[in-house]
T-cell receptor, first 113, second 111 residues
Framework: SAVISQKPSRDICQRGTSLTIQCQVDSQVTMMFWYRQQPGQSLTLIATANQGSEATYESGFVIDKFPISRPNLTFSTLTVSNMSPEDSSIYLC??????????FGPGTRLTVL | AQSVSQHNHHVILSEAASLELGCNYSYGGTVNLFWYVQYPGQHLQLLLKYFSGDPLVKGIKGFEAEFIKSKFSFNLRKPSVQWSDTAEYFCAVKGDYKLSFGAGTTVTVRA
């Protein structure tokens, strides 16, 4: 298994500002992912964070709004830019081991006022 | 594209009752199937998984799931629930490169 930590665990932000969420894994992993879980809804994949290259974004998500960094095999950041109340969600980091199994971090609960 | 459908939004049970949560997926090729659980205040944990082989898979805490390929289903079962099984349960499928989740089922077990 993998132990994943995220910072911050929660934050309350003003609209128009940006927040950077950090994800740290206790071992080197090839695949890292960022998900969003809006209130009362399921998890939606935002992007795949690739080490050494740009992230791969899913339909409906763009780099300008959700820039991602992946400087090495154990760390990634997700920035939520120019926030609006609609961005209030839980943001989760996830890693894949053994090719298919995925583990999830504790999440970052974001509230935008 | 792949998709996952969970039939129940909220299930309320008494302790010792049996639980079955329905999950159907849509994908034309080979899939890997998962059930994740999220206990109150905790993060997502893998409950069980199916990659290949025996379609009846057993997971942690007495849960099992059966993959029925002809029905594109992967239903979760537990013969006798406990109060500690109160949680959100998510079915997930991986057909192409990504993991897609169902909407989730909230299970409340009354003591």
């Amino acid at each position: 298994s993998a132990v994943i930590s995220q910072k911050p665990s929660r934050d309350i932000c003003q609209r128009g500002t940006s927040l950077t969420i950090q994800c740290q894994v206790d071992s080197q992993v090839t695949m890292m992912f960022w998900y969003r879980q809006q209130p009362g809804q399921s998890l939606t994949l935002i992007a795949t964070a690739n080490q050494g290259s740009e992230a791969t974004y899913e339909s409906g998500f763009v780099i300008d709004k959700f820039p991602i960094s992946r400087p090495n095999l154990t760390f990634s950041t997700l920035t939520v830019s120019n926030m609006s109340p609609e961005d209030s969600s839980i943001y989760l980091c996830s890693v894949a081991l053994a090719g298919t199994e995925q583990f999830f971090g504790p999440g970052t609960r974001l509230t935008v006022l | 594209a792949q998709s996952v459908s969970q039939h129940n939004h909220h299930v309320i049970l008494s302790e010792a009752a049996s639980l079955e949560l329905g999950c159907n997926y849509s994908y034309g090729g080979t899939v890997n199937l998962f059930w994740y659980v999220q206990y109150p205040g905790q993060h997502l944990q893998l409950l069980l998984k199916y990659f290949s082989g025996d379609p009846l898979v057993k997971g942690i805490k007495g849960f099992e799931a059966e993959f029925i390929k002809s029905k594109f289903s992967f239903n979760l079962r537990k013969p006798s629930v406990q109060w500690s099984d109160t949680a959100e349960y998510f079915c997930a499928v991986k057909g192409d490169y990504k993991l897609s989740f169902g909407a989730g089922t909230t299970v409340t077990v009354r003591a």
